[in-house]
T-cell receptor
């Protein structure tokens, strides 16, 4: 069964600290993996997209990694800011029809 | 240019009533998607339109749900005889490339929050 699992479910950190969010998937065949940021009451916004051949991709203070062998990805946030408080969603494109399979997200709260 | 817009932003209805949710995709985007996001759950795929091809309706949860896309642009998601379990945020997204493209970038609207009393 194609699934995307994210951990932790929620995370609280202090402003200025770093954090890493995890995503494990069992989607096959695999096309790409994306990380989205979803602010409360808003639609998701894309942070990174990685294909099979890409191991890492950065977008400002956000760095995503992908290990296609172990089917794991991580999103590292450096020097967190209050505005980083949001849900971070891992999405894998794959399966027989190129469907998008969404994780349930990690809810990050950055406290002053 | 403008992003994906959805209307209404909030909709409260009584059980058994029909509702229509509207999505205006980004101009020129041939692909359009509808998703549902229930409280504490991940996004659930509902339906996918690509150009003039027959839509992928495999995610629609029941025959009370239907969607159409007129003129390859605006889309309407209709829920008939609404039930309380239909309460959720309904998100629309559009993309320039088809969903199976490696670098397909989906742009989401702000969503419509549906509450069925």
């Amino acid at each position: 069964k194609n699934q995307v699992e994210q951990s932790p479910q929620s995370l609280i950190i202090l402003e200025g600290k770093n954090c890493t969010l995890q995503c494990n998937y069992t989607v096959s065949p695999f096309s790409n993996l994306r990380w989205y940021k979803q602010d409360t009451g808003r639609g998701p916004v894309s942070l990174t997209i990685m294909t099979f051949s890409e191991n890492t991709k950065s977008n400002g203070r956000y760095t995503a990694t992908l290990d296609a062998d172990t089917k794991q990805s991580s999103l590292h946030i450096t020097a967190s800011q209050l505005s980083d408080s949001a849900s971070y969603i891992c999405v894998v494109t794959g399966g027989s029809q190129g469907n998008l399979i969404f994780g349930k997200g990690t809810k990050l709260s950055v406290k002053p | 240019g403008a992003g994906v817009s959805q209307s209404p932003s909030n909709k409260v209805t009584e059980k058994g009533k029909d509702v229509e949710l509207r999505c205006d995709p980004i101009s020129g985007h041939t692909a359009l998607y509808w998703y549902r996001q229930s409280l504490g759950q991940g996004l659930e795929f509902l339906i996918y339109f690509q150009g003039n091809s027959a839509p992928d309706k495999s995610g629609l949860p029941s025959d009370r749900f239907s969607a159409e896309r007129t003129g390859g642009s605006v889309s309407t998601l209709t829920i008939q005889r609404t039930q309380q379990e239909d309460s959720a945020v309904y998100l629309c997204a559009s993309s320039y490339l088809p969903r199976d493209s490696s670098y397909n970038e989906q742009f989401f609207g702000p969503g419509t929050r549906l509450t069925v009393l």
